[in-house]
Every structure is written in structure tokens, then in C-alpha cells.
């Protein structure tokens, strides 16, 4: 796979071990009890035995530019480590390596990035990736997988469903976006009413008729969290218009 490294080290050794070295170097103790708490570890909570080290998202995109040449399969194994920012490295080495990577090198990596959905596993995860490894690369492509993706048992990948979309948005093509939006409406799990209600505001920094052209006949039926992001930037009076259901 063609990798980029113009910011590599050559004397970097680039494996996942030396990765996981050089981020137990900047570990804090203290802040992975913050964190663990944050990103909801404890029995029953969405990030149940997630384990954390207590490194900052800065410092993780520091080590990952150090290691941009990592080997796909060297990126793997930090993957699948029980430490979460082990996984965020990982898949911010990925993220870059598909910026700067050709035709077949993206292709290789979305591929594997869809192939390991099960260790994208937490919502930070998620947003950091999917908009990379799977919006852009469909954005000239078929968007089948994301309805695939949206009507997964699993939460992460029904949130790569929607945050993914961030590409086309950012595009200005809100079809795919709405349409998805529209199958999440019943969806039970809070992550996915943020996650939606989020692109749905994204729609609506770019085009508010577009908007409130889907929100007008579905706000009395949409989860509140997910109708209260969606419309965070209207102005005063229509967001209360919209928060009453005076819609139909």
C-alpha cells in the first residue's frame, strides 16, 4: 500500500508496539479515570470495559503523524487493543494515510476500516473515521453500504451510517443525509439521536429550507434530542415554533 511520510522519522521504527510505547510515554493516570468516566465505562453503559490510557486527542494526532508510514497490519493490531486510544491512533494513522494515499490504497483501506467496524466502538471513534474512510471514498460511488450499515444490530455502525454523510454534506448533497436521517427516526439509542440531529444541523448551516422541508412533517415524531440539535441554530421564536410541534 502507498503510504505518504513526509513527516515520518526514518529512524521511527514502524510498528504497533513502538506506537504503543510512545503513547504510554505521555500517559496520565488521572485523566484516564476522567475519561473512563466520561465516555460511559461502567456496567451497562454504551462504552462498557473500554479502557483508557489518558492521552488527549492533540497528543494522539501528534503520534500518528510520527507514525504515518505504519503497515496496514501493524495498524491492525493497535485496533484491536483493549486501550481506546490505542484504537483513535490507529485510525488516525488511517485517516491520513487515506488523505494522502492513491486509488488503491484508499480502496484498501476503507475496505479493512468496514472489515473491523466491531473496534470502532465508541462515538469519538467514530466521528474521527467514518466522514474519511467512508464518505469520501463513496462520495463517487455507491452509497448502498450506508443503508447496510443504518440497519445494523450495531450502534457504531448505524453511527457510521449517519456521520459518514458529513462528506456528501459538506458537498452539498443532502439526499443521502435526509434519507438516512429519516430511518433513524425510531431508533431507540440517545448516541444516534445526537449523531443525527448533529448532520441534520450540518444540512441546515448549508441550506435551511432543505431542513425544514424535512423537519416540518416529522418534528412531532422525531426524539427530542435529535430535534433539539437538529434546529440548535434557528433563531429564537422558530425554535420554539418547532420545540411545540406547531408543525404538521
Known sequence: ???????????TRQTAAAVAERLAGVANSEKAALLQRFFKTGPGEYGEGD??????????RKVAREFAAL?????????ASPFHEH????????????????EPARRTLHAAYLANTARVNNWDLVDLSAPHLVGTWLLDRSRAVLRRLARSESLWERRIAIVATFAFIRRDEFADALDIADRLLKDRE????KATGWMLREVGKRDQAVLE?????RCNRMPRTMLRYAIERFPEPL???YLAGSFT
Open 239 to 241: 425554535r420554539k415554533q
Open 213 to 217: 422541508d424535512f423537519l416540518r412533517p
Open 51 to 60: 479502557r483508557f490510557l489518558g492521552i488527549m486527542v492533540p497528543q494522539q
Open 190 to 193: 440517545d448516541l444516534l439521536h
Open 71 to 79: 503497515p496496514m497490519e501493524e495498524g491492525g493490531q493497535l485496533l
Open 1 to 11: 500500500m502507498k503510504s505518504a511520510r513526509p513527516d515520518a522519522s526514518r529512524e
Open 87 to 102: 484504537r483513535l491512533t490507529a485510525l488516525l494513522i488511517w485517516v491520513r494515510q487515506f488523505e494522502r494515499g492513491d
